[in-house]
Nanobody
Framework: QVQLVESGGGLVQAGGSLRLSCAAS????????MAWFRQAPGKEREFVAC????????YYADFLKGRFTISRDNAKNTMYLQMNSLKTEDTAIYYC???????????????WGQGTQVTVSS
């Protein structure tokens, strides 16, 4: 069964950090491009970051301004999102995704996790 499972979300104060994980199973994920998206209440799902198969290349949404870092460990079939200097506006459900159908920044991927809630308090 193909599955992506996020973990690591929670409640943190503004300025704090969280590290999200996305554990993949059910196929060879080391050949898939992967990404993180997020969706805040009442808003559309938006692109956060994506990473190449080799992990040598990453691309980030402009609004992040260097606060987040995406990485992956293909040996462990796991992708990560290190989030630093968190702001209240980062509050959202964070989703991992794999195998883009179109442009990597579009929320059109073949596989999605169930999401993990990140709440940043002021």
């Amino acid at each position: 069964q193909v599955q992506l499972v996020e973990s690591g979300g929670g409640l943190v104060q503004a300025g704090g950090s969280l590290r999200l994980s996305c554990a993949a199973s059910g196929r060879t994920w080391s050949t898939e491009r992967m990404a993180w998206f997020r969706q805040a209440p009442g808003k559309e799902r938006e692109f956060v970051a994506c990473i190449s198969v080799s992990a040598y290349s990453a691309y980030y949404a402009d609004f992040l301004k260097g606060r987040f870092t995406i990485s992956r460990d293909n040996a462990k079939n796991t992708m990560y999102l290190q989030m630093n200097s968190l702001k209240t506006e980062d509050t959202a459900i964070y989703y991992c995704a794999a195998s883009p159908i179109g442009p990597a920044t579009d929320p059109a991927y073949a596989y999605w996790g169930q999401g993990t809630q990140v709440t940043v308090s002021s």
